[in-house]
């Protein structure tokens, strides 16, 4: 599978408030849900860019609210980094191919009964697309 690219969110897993179980759902239900969380909502904006370096960026768009001084203020004081005019990145992780499988590292750290944990996640092929973590994503 070739992950160069743009990745977009098709479907994420929400908590069901009356079963306490995370359910799959597509993003346009989940912007539809007035009973969901804003950060709920924005995270089904979210873009992931795999580069050819071993770069994956999570892209966020910029908000229609903030202003260009506050965005030309961020970027000098180095709390934003811009993808294009209209993007953010919110950050950059690594990815890799190992032994035929793909890895995002997502930075994880800690350890389980006393045994370090690996940051590294497999990313697993889907039809027509990608899971990462919580997120089922299509190329686009």
């Given at each position: 599978?070739?992950i160069?690219?743009?990745?977009?969110?098709?479907e994420?897993?929400?908590l069901?408030?009356s079963t306490?179980?995370?359910?799959?759902?597509?993003a346009?239900?989940?912007m539809?849900?007035?009973s969901?969380?804003d950060y709920?909502?924005q995270?089904?904006?979210y873009?992931?860019?795999?580069?050819?370096?071993?770069?994956?960026?999570?892209?966020?768009?910029?908000?229609?609210?903030?202003?260009?001084?506050?965005?030309?203020e961020?970027?000098a004081?180095?709390?934003l980094?811009?993808y294009?005019d209209?993007t953010?990145?919110l950050e950059?992780k690594?990815w890799?191919?190992?032994?035929?499988?793909?890895?995002y590292?997502?930075?994880a750290?800690?350890e389980?009964?006393?045994?370090?944990?690996?940051?590294?996640?497999?990313?697993?092929?889907?039809?027509g697309?990608i899971?990462?973590?919580a997120?089922r994503?299509?190329?686009?």
């Open positions: 599978m070739n160069i690219g743009k990745w977009n969110v098709a994420a897993q929400v069901n408030r306490f179980k995370l359910d799959w759902r597509t346009a239900d989940i539809a849900d007035d969901l969380e709920e909502k995270s089904v904006s873009s992931y860019l795999f580069t050819e370096e071993g770069k994956a960026l999570t892209l966020f768009p910029i908000p229609d609210n903030i202003t260009k001084e506050q965005i030309d961020a970027l004081s180095g709390e980094k811009l294009d209209s953010m990145v950059e690594a890799k191919e190992e032994d035929g499988k793909l890895f590292n997502s930075g750290k800690g389980v009964l006393g045994e370090e944990i690996s940051p590294w996640v497999e990313i697993k092929q889907t039809d697309g899971e990462l973590m997120y994503l299509i190329k686009g």
